[in-house]
Structure formats: C-alpha cells, structure tokens
C-alpha cells in the first residue's frame, strides 16, 4: 500500500543543517497495525509526516498503492490526505471554539462541502462520546479529546490512520481506552501506523519498527500481517480544485462568523475604522448633493434658459464712469422689438424695480416692488399656486393690483387669508389677487420678501418712469441662449445707435445658464473633495482590517495547519480568511451607512443644512467598504494559504 525507497530529508536552521531522514526505505501493507519506535530526535515524526503526505522527501522515491506522489501540487496532496489518510494528533488539535460534533466534523467541510452532524454524533457514539457531543475541549478529559480527533479522522472513511504519540498526554487508563480503539479499527481493515516511544504502547501493534539517527535499524513482525481487505488497485485521483458555490460560500460565512464572534472586541474595533469612514463617506455626499440641490433649485427659481439685459454705463474722457442708464435707456419698445424681431427669443417681460413702504391694517413692511409684464411668472416659473397672475388688459389699463411673496404675507397677515384684502404701497392701494410660490432666500436676497404688480401701473401710478430697469429674455431652447443674447445685443446696438466705442459698456447681459453651470461646477467640486476627504478614513479602516488580520494569521497559525491536514486546499484557507476580511468590512459598511443617515438627520435639523442622501451613493459607500476588505484582507488570506501544514503545525 505505501512504499518509500531512500527517502531523504534535512532540516536547516540558520547555518546549521540536521538530517532528520538518511535513506529510509519501508514498505507498509494494507490492514497493517503498525510502530515507529524510537528516541527524540531519531526520525519518526519526520517519516510519520512524509508518509502522511504534510511534508515532502528531499529526495527518494514515495508511491501510494503503486503511484508516485512526489509530484503532485500542493492542493492535490490536501484532496489525498482528505479523501485517503486520517490524523490522530498527541496534542489533539481541536479547535477550542468548536463543540465535539463540530470538530469531529470539520474535514467534511472540505470532502462534502458541508458539515454532516448526524455522521459526527454516529461516530461519537461509536467511540464511547454520546453523551458529551455538545461540550467543548475545555469541559473535557485529554482521553476524551483524544476520542473526538479519533471520530474526526474517520469521518472521512479513510483507508490510514496515522496517530503522533496518541497516548503521549493521557493516563494510562486513557491510553489503554486509545489503544483498544485504534485496534478495533484496524480489526476492520484500516491500515493503523502510530508514531511512539513507549514498548507499553507498541505492544498493542503486529509490526515495530526501530529508527535512531534517521535510519531505521530493525523491523520486527509479531505474527502474520492480518489484512482484512485487498488494496485498492490504484491511488485515489486528486480532486481537482474547483469553484465555489452558494453553498461553499455560506459554510465559510459560518465559519467567519464564529472565528470573529470569539473574539469581539477585536471585531469590534476592526469594524469601527470601516464604519467610521463609510459614515463619513455618507454624509460627506448627502452635504455635497444637498448642496448642489439647493443650487439647482435656487437657479430654477430664477426661470430657465433666461437672460437679463441691463442698461449699462459709458465712460467719458478721462475714463471716469457714469450713471447707469446715463447714456442709453431701456424702453417697453424695445423689448417689444426683441419679442417680435428675434425668433429664437420665446418670450420677454419688461422691468421696473424700487423699494416701497407696504401697509396693511396697522402692520407695515418695507420690502421690493417689481413692476412686471404679464409674461414674468412664465420666465420664471412663478405661477402663483393661489390665485392668479394680472393679464396683459390689467396691464394696460394699470390696474392697482398686486401678487405677495410668503415673507410679506406673513408679516403684513400673519396667518390671515390675504386674497381679496386691500394693502397700500406708498400710501397707493392695491387689491391682493395672487400669492406668488415660495422660491426661498439666495446668498443676497429673500426670493419671497417681493410684491409683483403690472409694468405700467409701476411706472405711471407708483414710480413715475419712463423706462425700464431691465428686461427679462427667455430663449427657445437651451442652445440658442447665447445666440439670442447675441442677436439681443445687435438689435439693441442699432436702436439706439450705440458707437463701437461705447458698445462694451451700453447693456449688459447675465447669462444664468452660465451662473448655474459655475455654481455647479464648484458644488460638484466640493462635494468630490468631502467625498475624498471621506475616503482616506476608510483607507486606514482597510489598514487596519489588514493589520488585525495578520494578528489573526499568526495566531491561528496551528489551526491553519491543522485544516489543511484534514483536506484543506489553498483556496479554502483562502476563502476563509478573505470572508472574515468580507465581513468585517459589509457589517461596519451596514452600521456606518446607518450611522452616516443619523449624522445627516443631525445636520439637517440642528444646523438647517440641506442634505440629500441618494441610492447610488449609499451603494457606492457599502460596496467600496466590501472592497476595501476584499483588497486589504486578500493579502494575510493569502499568506495563510500559503503557509506548509507541517511548518504551520509545529508552530508555537
């Protein structure tokens, strides 16, 4: 069944070399019980191991049932061991936070994908253990825990069983008990080889086998080699590796979840730097997209692909300016001449603007007047939700009637209904027909703080004009804004006769379409800087994630190399440590999307800020979070992985 022939193997530590195997050549039968005797140091551990395929020969020749192993990789020699050869540890290597069913169960994790409990508590029960399933190692005997790894090494059906000193920690009565079990295994034609020093123990066995200095010097039989079953004709193939499935994935969550449930605090504290930053990440953009909201719906108060011509001022000699308006007036003929000479303009309201004295009752309010053309509320977009906009008749017959923002009503009214009601501006009375939409206050001005009346009312009856402060334009499309700003300026050039030297300074255009696209800019910029500044913090959250699971690694070390003893392949251990790193990361990405929510409400209601937390950006935040483990976990996953199972279990 196994054959070596002048197997070699050296240990090197630092300068020195130490030859633990010197051209061992042994042949092992199948349903052999079996002893490798000898002082420290002589070489049995190191051919028990080599046999059990966790180390490999320097040199010499291995063949399992007749095919040669020396070749193969590294993940292929963990599906033989999981499928072939079963481990009984001296030092147990239960893993402390399992109960005896789980550990005893544990290889078919990696054989069957999943972990058969009924299979685990059959073989407890076949080894004496049926009533302590649920306990863990701690709450039992070290003959106890030998019988646990004893279950675990059969769940597998394996041909070898291969024990290291199973007695070397027990009482005699425990060792007797081990013994007996491991007899009545191989009576069943299972191939026992135990590793010992004591003659007590090796008694037990058909065949001793003698080593000193790494060679062997003698080979008794004690009767006749009692197979109970032919050998199979070949090796078992490796199972090649293969993806992961849903059900891979959920039996490695479970195993992450309870590696990190046994340490919380660490948990905890690994977490905190992901949430922190994910929280932050959060409200750093709902700031930056509430702000830009608030931009955008400040703009689209002020109407849309809309342009505002004002008279300008020249300069005399001597380069010293005059007056607005001093050389060139805007007039309710020109902007009927823009309406009617300029296609691409789809409508204009001529402006007055002054400050009045508003009464009501016995409440006053000093606030704006704007004299304005029928066609204002569709420039921009202040149809009034109640009542109603004057008519182009109302204008020019210079009806006394009048719309008011919110922040005159509620200072002139309160919480009275203000249609109907008569208010006098500049001791001139009005009748209040409409309320204009609430617009909101800007950088300079209260939106709301304003009373809309007809053009030709504002300029004949209250201001005493006659010309316009400016004038509203409004173009077909967003495209044609600044073709009709220039046209606007052409026209206007030839109306008034303005010289080429003075056409710089005659009007002036604001083009808002200009305004919102720098205000936006600039907002999306801010919010880009909070979000980056937000990011670093889950950068040091990964660093961390990092950091804490290279502690894991190195402490966990014996337990890596325990799992790849029972059939473990690289990916498995890969997979673990990376869905721990996964975890860690998607539930502070939970908790600080949660916590970032919380801050935002915070900040909206006590300091009045506008926010706006979007889908896209929570998703943005969880999964760079989930990214950030995956990147920053891959590297200790990998190094576990990596690590030799004997290197890995000898470690302290």
């Not at 005797?37 to 049932?65: F, R, V």
């Not at 919380?264 to 929280?279: E, Q």
Request: proline content about 4%; charged content about 20%; glycine content about 8%.
């Amino acid at each position: 069944m196994i054959e070596l022939k002048n197997i070699h193997k050296t240990y090197r530590m630092g300068e020195v070399t130490v030859p633990a195997l010197r051209g061992v050549s042994l042949a092992i039968g199948s349903g052999e019980f079996m002893a490798i005797m000898g002082p420290s140091g002589s070489g049995k551990s190191t051919l028990l191991h080599i046999i059990g395929l966790l180390d490999a020969p320097d040199s010499g020749s291995y063949c399992l049932n007749g095919k040669e192993v020396s070749y193969l990789s590294e993940d292929d020699l963990a599906s033989l061991r999981r499928d072939a050869i079963g481990f009984v540890f001296q030092q147990f290597n239960l893993l402390p936070r399992m109960s005896a069913l789980e550990n005893a169960a544990l290889p078919l994790l990696y054989s069957a994908h999943r972990i058969d409990l009924h299979r685990s508590r059959a073989l407890l029960d076949r080894v004496g253990l049926g009533q302590r399933v649920e306990h863990r190692p701690n709450e039992l005997s070290g003959g106890q825990q030998q019988r646990v790894a004893i279950a675990r090494a059969l769940i597998n059906n394996p041909r070898i069983i291969l024990a290291d000193e199973p007695t070397g920690n027990l009482d005699t009565e425990s060792a007797k008990d081990i013994m007996f079990s491991l007899a009545e295994l191989n009576k069943m034609g299972i191939t026992v080889v135990i590793v010992t020093h004591e003659e007590d123990i090796a008694r037990y066995t058909r065949r001793y086998i003698r080593m000193r200095d790494g060679t062997i010097l003698s080979d008794e039989r004690k009767g006749p080699n009692p197979s109970r079953i032919p050998a199979p004709s070949s090796t078992p193939e490796p199972v090649p590796p293969t993806g992961f499935g849903i059900h891979d994935l959920w039996q490695h969550l479970r195993q992450g979840m309870r590696t990190l449930g046994n340490n919380k605090v660490r948990t905890a504290l690994s977490m905190l730097g992901i949430l922190i930053g994910v929280a932050a990440v959060v409200a750093m953009m709902a700031l930056g997209r509430g702000a830009q909201k608030s931009i955008e719906t400040q703009l689209s108060s002020l109407g849309s692909n809309l342009l505002i011509l004002r008279q300008g001022a020249a300069r005399s000699t001597g380069a010293v300016s005059l007056e607005v308006g001093a050389v060139t007036r805007l007039t309710l003929e020109d902007a009927q001449a823009l309406k009617e000479r300029i296609p691409i303009i789809k409508a204009v309201s001529p402006n007055v603007q002054g400050r009045g004295q508003v009464t009501y009752k016995d409440k006053n309010w000093n606030t704006q007047i704007t004299g304005a053309a029928p066609t204002y509320a569709q420039i921009h977009a202040s149809e009034p939700k109640i009542g109603r906009l004057f008519n182009q008749q109302e204008n020019l017959s210079r009806k006394r009637v009048a719309l008011l923002g919110m922040t005159v009503i509620r200072n002139l009214f309160g919480d009275t209904d203000p249609m109907g009601e008569l208010i006098k501006i500049n001791k001139v009375g009005f009748q209040v027909i409409g309320i204009l939409p609430v617009k909101g206050a800007t950088g300079w001005r209260d939106q709301d703080d304003v009373i809309i009346i007809p053009v030709l009312t504002a300029m004949h009856r209250l201001m005493g004009k006659d010309y316009v402060d400016f004038i509203d334009i409004e173009a077909d499309s967003p495209e044609n804004v600044d073709p009709a700003q220039n046209a606007a300026l052409d026209l206007l050039f030839s109306r008034h006769k303005i010289p080429l030297s003075q056409q710089q300074d005659a009007f002036h255009i604001h083009n808002m379409a200009d305004i919102k696209e720098a205000l936006t800019q600039t907002s999306q910029t801010m919010g880009l800087l909070l979000a980056s500044i937000a990011a670093i913090s889950l950068l040091v959250g990964g660093i961390g994630i990092m950091n804490i699971m290279l502690v894991s690694v190195t402490e966990r070390t014996h337990e890596i190399g325990l799992r790849k003893a029972i059939g473990a392949r690289r990916k498995d251990i890969l997979a673990q440590f990376l869905t721990e790193a996964v975890v860690i990361s998607a539930v502070g990405g939970i908790a600080g999307i949660a916590l970032g929510w919380l801050i935002t409400q915070a900040i909206s209601n006590v300091a009045g800020w506008a926010t706006f937390v979007s889908i896209p950006a929570v998703l943005l935040a969880f999964f760079f979070s989930a990214s950030i483990g995956v990147i920053f976990g891959m590297y200790p996953a990998r190094k576990a992985s990596l690590l030799n199972p004997i290197d890995a279990l000898r470690y302290e």
